[in-house]
Nanobody, 115 residues
């Protein structure tokens, strides 16, 4: 099993920045890909970004050019640097390791962007 712990959320003004962290523990040897999802109120959960152990990154169209995903393999941690935040970026952000039974999910962390 993999356990995930998110940190770094909060409330910022439009145009501001936040950096989210997700630290993995447990059976970390099985991890090859880690992901960030988000869910806004009344919306479906969407994939925001993913990164492989080798550092190959993918970003959703809605955040490309504003967000950056990175990985620190030595500490089994991924980061989501969020710049130029907009109110539509508001939601609960979740870290995930794909795998059996729907993967391993963090508890989620709130990001709120005020206008």
């Amino acid at each position: 099993q993999v356990q995930l712990a998110e940190s770094g959320g909060g409330l910022v003004q439009a145009g501001g920045s936040l950096r989210l962290s997700c630290a993995a523990s447990g059976s970390i040897f099985i991890i090859t890909v880690m992901e960030w999802y988000r869910q806004a109120p009344g919306k479906q959960r969407e994939l925001v970004a993913s990164i492989t152990t080798g550092g190959s990154a993918r970003l959703a169209d809605s955040v490309r050019g504003r967000f950056t995903i990175s990985r620190d393999n030595a500490n089994n941690t991924i980061y989501l640097q969020m710049n130029s935040l907009q109110p539509e970026d508001t939601g609960v952000y979740y870290c995930n390791v794909p795998g059996p039974f729907g993967g391993s999910w963090g508890r989620g962390i709130q990001v709120t962007v005020s206008s």
